[in-house]
């Protein structure tokens, strides 16, 4: 988090470091941070509306906070309490409600001075607003600096941004995909996807080059965002990307690739079930903004009759970027964590017992010449054991985060037997012959919930080259409600695959195997807590997702059918304009994908392990919206119901 | 990239105003406005607590700033040869040590004071919180600047304790004139930073000590007239002896010294630990004592209970007995 990193020669670097700079400088009262460590303290209080607590919560912890001199921080809607001769920093959208709040601070008298930062920029009649209540408080004064941080989205990897989390039901696949969408609505969603992507380009500090298909929505947001874009850059006394700030972005001669891409390209994969740690968190457990909330259950034991019965605990965790077991693992196949954290319990253990030994050893207090040199050399060693003590603490803190994170969906995979649905799946996207017919999967009784059925199903349909015939359909349906399943995702779908089919050929997801591995070697190797017989142990293959090729051919220059009429749009070029021949004939070095519609971690694990392959280059994943299998499902049951 | 509309916004307030004389609202304009402002400040609780924070923090900065001023007085090893202008004597030094150290604890007391006396009157929740918190950031203040106190202290003795070293293997006078002076160090000495550099001190006093008489008779016996060869030769063996004698010694010292400083720095870490545990063990404590009293209690219930239930047994029993002998005698009475 050191200005210094900002000198990196890379456009697309961490944007989640870059995204933390500006949070701290604007903490700082948006004045470059400068550590000091013999500095004054300064002290504050932090406003910020539900908006600004998703931003800034993946970012920076209670501790960090507190080390940038923050005593409280508050919701703007709550009540607060006046604080007399504490400036305060408020980090709120410019919405009417907001700013009416910020009003009635300013007429309470409640902090001494204000720094407001909105999110995003906010309108002239809006700040007036303001400027109104400060004259009525006769509070001029206090207002010390108002700013537009540009900071509208919710960064959650290094590599990986959201949208929103708050209102997510306006920009939704759901909102953005019904039937009976105004023209009016669907502005305002386009504006609301739009003005984070400026923001998220103005924090990156680049002007990208846009490409996107024809026809979709993410066509629609490339037209908005290239005009909003050229507008800002037009404008040369307020332009956003010129300047000082802007050093990093001058030093790469290339600029990045932003590929729009829309959420209908690929049904399938949202509904995928998944093996990856990552990804199997977010499907099975609840799970967002990088926090895990697991209900433990404290045990089945017989409890007297008459007692209450035994409250679950809620546990949440934190899986944070200091984390370095979560950071390395994130992707790994899930065998392959749970065989990680039993040999970081086994360090862990074996690190505790040198501890304890070396107590035992101080034991022996001068009794003779020999044991006094030992004696001075274990006192090197304690000092040194002690000093590594919090160390130690705080990796079994972790392993028993990790212990209890992957225990939770061990239970998920063993209900509901979802290494079958992963193995037929996989088989089934790459078209090799499946060795069980679907319906005897559907009908099997204990294999998966009723979502995971028709999760199935559904990529079954998407998937096949010709539509089965109406007797299938009707046993397949008839043994879907048997299972217990809401039919209306598949009218959805139904409706879906017709377009599709007259727009283009839908897409084929590669080829792909897996293999199971031995049984039997698996359980002799393991022999831990995580009791894996029963699970298949499935390692992927490398495979392509339809988001990762389109992503290659554009980034490579290559020729597809599927991407050679994407269009394309340069904000920097002075003459407006829809060819569709690039001017730029070079592979592109940083790639930023956006997914209009919401995705997944799924694509997100596969353009990183896309990525990984290749030298040099860079891939930043966004989404309107991060929603797992089940939420989508319900989206797509509500469509199915119109 | 964050943009300034503190400008914008100037404006604005401007615009607002002009538009208000211009729509003739009453906006507690012009110069009522400003008297108002006035008025609305002074009656203010100017906030008792954090004019004396400040207050505080402008003492540690002060304190702050003489350190760094005359650090490179202080640290600068080669004074004796350097000129009058930039030399510090050592009396000058232990003078700042001192002043140093006072200052620093009544710092420290009235960090404790605005602490009680804040938290007392007030009853906001958020409030407490803050001030807490702005209390916790000033004690973490004074540490640092204390720990720039104490790492030039740090060198400042270490490099005393090396001169002795060194200086112990020169003839007699300049061992004198050092030993003269860590006495001095040792008595002016009373804060707990540099209590570690005590002990080491002390030892080679000692030692120092007890070479000296044995140099006394040393120098007495050589003032006698010329000696036979054999006793020369007597008197060299004798001398490498002792020499191996006090490098034993001397070694051993060092070792001990080293070892003691360590055990120091462990002790450091020990007591804050037993200090946070002392907090958790109180809060525990205060806890099982809740817990037994509540047993109790639940205990006493409970008896009472058992009583109730056989007294309500009792009745029930005597009630039933009653019955069937009002039944029996209405019987006996009837046939």
Not at chain 2, 28 to 56: H, I, N, Q, T, Y
Not at chain 2, 102 to 120: G, N, P, V, W
Not at chain 2, 306 to 325: P, Q, T, Y
Request: with cysteine.
């Amino acid at each position: 988090m050191v200005g210094g990193k900002m000198a990196v020669a890379v456009a697309a670097a961490s944007i989640r470091e870059r995204q933390t700079v500006a949070l701290k400088r604007m903490l700082n009262f948006n004045v470059p941070h400068v550590k000091n460590s013999t500095g004054e303290p300064v002290w504050k209080v932090l406003v910020y509306d539900r908006f600004g607590q998703d931003i800034i919560s993946p970012l920076l912890s209670v501790k960090e906070l507190r080390d940038m001199g923050i005593t409280l921080h508050l919701l703007l809607h709550s009540d607060r309490d006046p604080i007399p001769d504490v400036p305060a920093v408020y980090f709120v959208m410019p919405t009417e409600e907001n700013i009416d709040r910020m009003c009635q601070d300013l007429r309470n008298q409640l902090y001494e001075s204000y720094y407001l930062n909105f999110i995003s920029a906010i309108s002239r009649s809006k700040l007036e607003d303001i400027a109104n209540a400060a004259l009525a408080a006769s509070a001029v004064t206090q207002v010390a600096k108002v700013f537009d941080q540009y900071l509208n989205f919710i960064t959650l990897e290094d590599d990986m941004f959201v949208l929103c989390n708050q209102n997510k039901e306006l920009i939704s696949y759901r909102a953005i995909n019904r039937p009976d969408i105004t023209d009016t609505e669907m502005e305002t969603v386009m504006d609301t996807i739009v003005d984070s992507l400026f923001c998220f380009f103005v924090t990156l500090g680049a002007v990208p080059i846009i490409r996107c298909s024809r026809g979709t929505a993410a066509e629609m947001v490339a037209v908005k965002l290239d005009k909003k874009l050229r507008e800002n850059l037009r404008d040369a006394r307020n332009s956003l990307f010129t300047g000082d700030t802007l050093g990093a972005g001058q030093f790469s001669f290339q600029r990045p690739l932003l590929v729009l891409v829309d959420r209908n390209i690929d049904l399938a994969t949202p509904l995928h079930h998944t093996w990856t740690y990552q990804a199997l968190v977010h499907d099975v457990l609840d799970f967002h903004l990088n926090r895990v909330n697991l209900e433990e259950s404290t045990g089945v034991e017989n409890s007297p009759a008459g007692a209450r019965p035994k409250r679950k605990n809620k546990k949440s965790y934190d899986l944070t970027p200091v984390d370095k077991f979560w950071q390395k693992h994130k992707g790994s196949p899930f065998p392959e964590v749970a065989e990680s954290v039993q040999q970081e319990l086994e360090y862990y253990r074996a690190q505790e017992d040198e501890v304890k030994r070396l107590k035992s050893i101080m034991g022996l207090e001068g009794e003779d010449e020999g044991a006094i040199s030992m004696l001075s050399d274990n006192t090197a060693k304690l000092t040194s054991a002690v000093s590594s003590l919090p160390e130690l603490l705080e990796k079994k803190r972790l392993i028993d985060l990790h212990t209890n994170v992957a225990t939770a969906v061990l239970e998920h995979i063993k209900a509901r037997k979802l290494d079958v649905y992963f193995e037929y799946e996989e088989k089934i996207m790459s078209k090799t012959t499946l060795d069980k017919s679907l319906l005897d999967i559907i009908s099997d009784p204990d294999a998966g919930t009723p979502e995971d059925k028709m999760r199935l199903f559904l990529i079954y349909y998407i998937s096949t080259q010709q539509v089965p015939s109406e007797a299938d359909l009707e046993q397949y349906k008839k043994a879907l409600t048997d299972a217990g399943c809401n039919l209306n995702p598949l009218q959805y779908i139904k409706q879906w695959k017709a377009f599709a089919k007259m727009a283009s050929a839908p897409a084929s997801y590669g080829n792909t195997t897996t293999k199971p591995m031995g049984l039997l070697s698996r359980v002799m190797n393991t022999g831990s807590q995580f009791v894996m017989e029963g699970v298949k142990n499935l390692v992927l293959k490398q495979q392509n997702l339809p988001v990762t090729r389109i992503l290659d051919n554009l980034m490579e220059m290559k020729s597809n059918p599927e991407t050679d009429d994407y269009r394309y749009f340069d904000p920097k070029m002075l003459r407006g304009n829809d060819s569709s021949v690039p001017r730029n004939k070079n592979p592109f070095q940083e790639a930023i994908v956006f997914v209009v519609g919401g995705g997944n971690y799924i694509e997100y694990q596969n353009l990183v392990d896309y990525i990984k392959g290749k030298q040099g280059k860079h891939i930043l994943y966004g989404c309107s919206e991060l929603f797992n299998a089940s939420q989508f499902i319900k989206q797509l049951s509500q469509l199915g119901q119109k | 990239m964050a943009v300034d509309i503190t400008l914008l916004f100037r404006a604005s307030v401007k615009t607002v105003k002009t538009r208000n004389k211009a729509l003739g609202v009453a906006v507690g304009g012009g110069a009522e406005g400003s008297r108002d402002e006035l008025f609305r400040r002074s009656p203010r609780p100017k906030g008792d607590f954090s004019s004396r924070a400040r207050e505080v923090i402008s003492h540690i900065g002060k304190l702050r700033d003489f350190l760094l001023e005359h650090r490179k007085d202080y640290i600068n090893a080669y004074s004796h040869i350097m000129s009058e202008y930039g030399r510090m004597t050592d009396a000058e030094r232990d003078q700042i040590d001192q002043d140093a150290q006072i200052f620093m604890r009544t710092c420290s007391e009235a960090i404790q004071q605005l602490r009680t006396e804040a938290l007392k009157e007030i009853h906001s929740q958020q409030v407490k919180e803050h001030r807490t918190a702005v209390l916790d950031f000033i004690q973490d203040y004074l540490k640092r600047v204390c720990k720039l106190y104490s790492e030039q202290r740090a060198i400042r003795v270490k490099r005393v304790v090396d001169k002795k070293r060194l200086s112990k293997l020169e003839p007699e006078p300049n061992t004198k004139t050092r030993e003269s002076t860590s006495p001095e160090k040792v008595s002016q000495n009373s804060s707990k930073d540099s209590e570690e550099k005590l002990a080491p001190e002390e030892y080679p006093e000692k030692i120092l000590t007890e070479a000296e008489p044995q140099l006394g008779t040393w120098g007495d016996g050589k003032g006698e007239d010329e000696l036979s060869p054999e006793e020369i030769q007597m008197f060299e063996q004798e001398n490498q002896r002792l020499i191996g004698e006090m490098n034993n010694l001397f070694d051993e010292v060092r070792q001990i010294e080293g070892r003691v400083v360590e055990i120091s720095r462990l002790q450091e870490i020990f007591t804050e630990k037993v200090l946070q545990q002392e907090a958790e063990i109180d809060n525990i404590h205060q806890l099982v004592v809740g817990a037994t009293e509540n047993i109790k209690e639940g205990n006493e219930d409970i008896r009472e209970a058992i009583k109730n239930n056989a007294g309500f047994r009792v009745w029930i029993l005597f009630f039933l007995v009653m019955c069937s002998f009002s039944l029996l005698f209405l019987d006996w009475y009837d046939s």
